[in-house]
């Protein structure tokens, strides 16, 4: 052999150009002839003849797909070719590798886009997420759990005497659920605008321990007046959780990997179902206690605990993963360049711009996922049946303490529905299908419970109810959150989506009164109309996107083989979600 050639190095420069060919047909499929970076000139401190120069260079909207796509289908071949020509001594060594698939050689060995150029970042992608995971879902988990016991627990309150100490008669109790929610739509709005300026880490555990000591005082009302003015305070110190948690963590999850962390941190609310049952059951036995009444000890012990939860979430909680210290500084480039490579960075400017707030309130989204909330996602099912499942249960004639332990198996069955729901959502990058399931179940478990069917089969039903309508609440959340592009616009867009539909908050509360009791037609019935209604909503959208995306696919096969100016590319980043780079999830 020529004494110049070095073997060695000819081997790893051709798996170089193995990896090369891996990403850039990876990134192209990922962005469909959309790249982030398309244009760019070479960043600093590359050198020209380089395969890292050539990846920078490289020009999409240039490129043939068919020559991507033979790329991509021979890249394996040559792998294995190689692999299996080199000697066992050479494997061990770690010069080569065993053949793996381009998504593994993609995250294992992520060429990142910084603003110096392209360099590779070799991080366990796996080992990355499961740390993120652990510093953020558990804090936002436990909060959220405290957050929905504190709002649900007057129905808890209701069977250990709540409305007979405070002389309640009539639709009273219903009052007090409704006036909740008028402050806690009115306020999502701007939370969601100061959350970004006052750091996630503080604002969320502040507003928990807040709406915390609320809870305390609501242990201590004496009439009916006083019930009214904690509800609206509360309702002001929860607004800005639910919507601030969903866009803190589309900052920090790719597009499909959105929905799981949302149904990790959601599934505390299904399960706070069980665990308000279940406490309230204990609780009950405290009932005469230094003077105050079984219902006075559910507010005063729940709200202690989530002050506790909030002070604790402030020593846990981060902000963005730019600073986040608990990554190394690869880990956290990674985590940013994972939110570019699967995503876009459409429209993801970093400072506001009064422009932001106009695009959300005009964005049509924003208004269909409304709709399709109130019959299905946040509030009307949820809250309905969260709050008066307990009073329907006590309606087959059970006694309090047996009522409360009936309403646990039904969340923890809609837990583990929350959870494997969304995990394959993200898998099969698809949100529609599994919301329409979820819809289905809400629907037969309201159908069974507006019918004439045994006790058992209407407790049965229960199971039906409380499953669809949480399944599908982190499949809404996540696909409003994948189809906005842009932080602010997101930010602004979620709060909008999630304040307007939490005013059927004030429609669940209202529907299920005691005079309808044992049937509740009224609360059923509407239940049917609005889920019917969410069902068509989401066929509409879906086929809408369809129609988007396939005109934007049109377009841009037009333009193969037309270099864009960067005027056209730095317009289309401003246009965010309505440029024609964009496809929207379905």
């Given at each position: 052999?020529?004494?110049g ?11 170089r ?17 959309s ?11 590359q ?13 999409f ?14 890249t ?10 080199v ?12 053949p ?6 993609v ?10 150029g ?5 991080v ?11 510093r ?30 405070l ?44 709406w ?40 920090w999850?790719?597009r499909?990997?959105?929905q ?15 665990f ?5 059951y ?44 608990f990554l190394?500084p ?11 490579l ?34 299905f ?9 969260t ?16 009522t ?7 969340y ?39 019918s ?20 599908g ?13 842009g932080?602010?616009k ?17 429609i669940?509360?209202g529907?299920f009164?005691k005079?309808?009791s ?29 129609r988007?995306?396939?005109r ?19 317009e ?11 496809r929207?999830?379905l």
């Amino acid at each position: 052999m020529h004494e110049g050639l070095n073997l060695n190095a000819f081997k790893a420069e051709a798996f170089r150009l193995i990896e090369a060919v891996d990403f850039t047909y990876s990134r192209w499929r990922s962005t469909q002839l959309s790249p982030p970076e398309a244009g760019r000139s070479p960043g600093a401190g590359q050198r020209p003849g380089t395969l890292e120069g050539f990846v920078t260079c490289f020009d999409f909207n240039a490129a043939c797909p068919a020559v991507l796509l033979v790329s991509a289908g021979l890249t394996p071949i040559y792998r294995t070719l190689i692999y299996y020509a080199v000697s066992p001594n050479e494997k061990s060594s770690g010069l080569v590798s065993e053949p793996q698939s381009p998504l593994n050689t993609v995250t294992k060995a992520l060429e990142s886009p910084t603003s110096t150029g392209f360099r590779t970042v070799v991080v366990d992608d796996k080992e990355v997420w499961r740390k993120v995971d652990r510093r953020l879902l558990p804090a936002l988990a436990v909060m959220y759990l405290f957050s929905f016991m504190d709002r649900a627990n007057i129905g808890n309150a209701r069977l250990q005497g709540l409305e007979k100490q405070l002389n309640m008669s009539g639709d009273q109790y219903n009052l007090a659920l409704t006036l909740f929610f008028v402050p806690y739509c009115i306020c999502e709005f701007p939370s969601n605008l100061i959350i970004k300026k006052f750091r996630p880490s503080r604002w969320l555990p502040l507003i928990t321990v807040v709406w915390g000591l609320i809870v305390v005082v609501t242990g201590f009302v004496r009439n009916f007046p006083e019930l009214l003015a904690a509800r609206l305070f509360l309702g002001v110190a929860e607004a800005g959780f639910f919507p601030g948690v969903v866009y803190y963590l589309s900052l920090w999850y790719p597009r499909y990997m959105y929905q799981t962390r949302i149904a990790w941190f959601f599934g505390a609310a299904s399960m706070a179902g069980a665990f308000s049952g279940l406490f309230a059951y204990a609780i009950g036995f405290m009932d005469g206690w230094r003077g105050l009444k079984g219902w006075s000890w559910i507010f005063i012990i729940e709200g202690t605990l989530t002050v506790l939860v909030g002070i604790a979430a402030y020593f846990m909680m981060v902000d963005l993963p730019a600073t986040a210290t608990f990554l190394t500084p690869d880990e956290r480039q990674f985590v940013l360049d994972s939110q570019r490579l699967y995503a876009t960075s459409l429209g993801e400017e970093e400072h506001f711009e009064l422009r932001h707030v106009w695009e959300a309130i005009t964005d049509w989204q924003v208004y269909i996922f409304v709709f399709i909330s109130l019959g299905f996602v946040t509030p009307c099912a949820v809250y309905g049946i969260t709050f008066f499942s307990p009073t329907i249960i006590n309606s087959f004639g059970y006694t309090p303490a047996i009522t409360q332990l009936l309403s646990i198996p039904p969340y923890v069955v809609a837990t583990i529905c929350v959870y494997i729901w969304a995990h394959y959502s993200d898998k099969l990058q698809l949100r529609s299908p599994f919301l329409l399931i979820a819809l289905v179940v809400s629907f037969i478990g309201y159908a069974i419970n507006i019918s004439n069917a045994p006790v058992a089969v209407k407790y049965f039903g229960i199971f039906f109810c409380v499953t669809g309508s949480y399944g599908g609440i982190p499949g809404l959340s996540a696909w409003q959150g994948n189809n906005t592009s842009g932080q602010y616009k997101r930010a602004i867009a979620l709060a909008l989506h999630i304040g307007f539909a939490n005013f059927g908050g004030a429609i669940g509360s209202g529907i299920f009164r005691k005079r309808d009791s044992p049937r509740f037609l009224l609360g059923f019935g509407i239940e049917l109309m609005l889920i019917g209604l969410s069902m068509i909503a989401i066929c509409v959208i879906v086929l809408t996107y369809r129609r988007i995306n396939s005109r934007r696919d049109e377009i841009q096969r037009g333009e193969a083989g037309v270099r864009l100016g960067n005027d056209v590319l730095e317009e289309r980043r401003r246009q965010g979600d309505k440029a024609v780079d964009f496809r929207y999830a379905l």
